[in-house]
């Protein structure tokens, strides 16, 4: 499965609301240690396919979702579970880190 | 699997070194780690890397030069070296997942920025306490902000930052300044832009945020609470070698070079700025792997 694209108005029912969990990547498109964590992401979405949703979401484009969860630093990578944030990341990341906090969650 | 050389790190000395390596027919591998490309790929447009005379931005520069390299039969793959035995031949160099054998090694791990080390800060990382004002300046729109550090990547985030946030205070423990004259001047006239000198942040505080900070005065030993919204850390870096055990460095930390980029041990060399912590600019980090590449093509001839 390819990665999502979450927006303020499908982030209720795609990512709050969802059955499994879901790593949510708030990006733009001038950060530029956003561009090395979008193929991680990328790569985790097609891991993990039909375990966990892995998506990004443009904060140039989503004002709302990334004010209400207090983001002031990308790229920050959320991984929520039942609605919730459980684990969250803030800069670039190895694979290995992200994979760590989902196998937990799929315990 | 036996390399002739494994280079660890991709930034351009690395990337360099891999494309020289190549070049000389030696059996190439290169550990670029899960963050490829250094430091470049976090800036934007590079003005001095002689050959684009209209600049070109960091990750493309990186991106070509890893194309280069590849071109020429290096072999290069994104994971994290972890650890490595450097006493015996071959040497074994270790990721999460496999080993690898080499006959000899280039060290180019580059550096990373450097946090304050102040109570409130690693957790407010995110939070209000960036090293990136190119990513998270639009979080700070009609915000007031501080910006630490002297030298001209400081000015360069506080004339990115000035140009939303309401206003950017440049904290500098000395009274004066590593930055070159143009990046100083285009920063004092920034109207946006103030200067608090001697001074250097002892704490960060705030619920979740940062809403204050207590400055110091390096002279006077006075110190006060500031209200702020952002606190950006522009004071260098420090270079990646915690993971190599038994390579000697010096008293900060950089690899210790003997000479023609031999490290203590023969057949490790090293190139870039995880040993060069005066010029740091991405053409001397190339001019490093390829001198440190013609160093491993020589050294090997002669260990044959």
Do not use: H
């Given at each position: 499965m390819a990665d999502v694209a979450f927006t303020d108005a499908n982030f209720d029912q795609e990512v709050l609301k969802a059955a499994m969990p879901v790593m949510v990547d708030f990006w733009a498109p001038w950060c530029q240690p956003c561009k090395m964590v979008g193929p991680t992401i990328e790569a985790l979405a097609v891991d993990y396919a039909g375990k966990v949703k892995v998506g990004k979401m443009n904060v140039d484009e989503n004002a709302q979702i990334p004010g209400q969860f207090g983001i002031m630093g990308i790229p920050t990578v959320i991984l929520f579970q039942n609605g919730q944030p459980v684990k969250s990341f803030v800069g670039v990341q190895a694979k290995e880190t992200y994979k760590v906090a989902i196998e937990e969650v799929l315990k | 699997m036996l390399y002739d050389v494994i280079i660890i790190g991709s930034g351009p000395s690395g990337l360099t070194a891999a494309i020289y390596t190549t070049r000389a027919s030696l059996k190439t591998l290169v550990l670029?780690?899960?963050?490829?490309?250094?430091?470049?790929?976090?800036?934007?447009?590079?003005?001095?890397?002689?050959?684009f005379p209209e600049g070109i931005e960091g990750p493309e520069l990186m991106a070509n030069m890893r194309k280069q390299a590849e071109k020429h039969g290096a072999e290069i793959i994104d994971t994290d070296f972890v650890s490595g035995d450097f006493i015996k031949q071959p040497f074994v160099l270790k990721t999460g997942e496999k080993e690898y054998q080499a006959k000899s090694v280039i060290i180019a791990t580059g550096a990373d920025a450097r946090w304050l080390?102040?109570?409130?800060e690693e957790e407010r990382i995110g939070k209000g306490v960036s090293c990136c004002a190119t990513c998270d300046a639009m979080f700070f729109r009609a915000k007031n902000v501080i910006i630490v550090g002297g030298g001209d990547s400081a000015m360069e985030e506080a004339l990115v930052l000035a140009k939303v946030a309401a206003s950017v205070t440049i904290v500098h423990r000395?009274?004066?300044?590593?930055?070159?004259s143009i990046m100083l001047k285009r920063a004092k006239e920034n109207p946006k832009i103030s200067f608090l000198l001697n001074s250097q942040i002892e704490e960060i505080l705030g619920d979740y945020r940062v809403q204050s900070v207590k400055v110091k005065n390096n002279v006077t030993g006075e110190e006060r609470e500031m209200p702020i919204d952002g606190v950006f850390v522009a004071i260098g870096h420090i270079p990646?070698?915690?993971?190599?055990?038994?390579i000697e460095t010096d008293k900060e930390g950089y690899i210790a070079v003997k000479e023609h980029y031999q490290t203590n041990i023969p057949g490790v060399f090293v190139s870039g700025d995880v040993h060069d912590k005066r010029y740091r600019q991405a053409i001397t980090a190339a001019g490093y792997g390829s001198s440190a590449a013609l160093e491993v093509e020589k050294w090997l001839a002669d260990h044959e």
């Open positions: - | 670029a780690g899960s963050k490829w490309g250094g430091q470049l790929m976090l800036t934007s447009v590079i003005e001095n890397f002689p050959g080390g102040v109570k409130g000395r009274g004066e300044f590593k930055a070159s990646n070698t915690t993971v190599f055990k038994g």
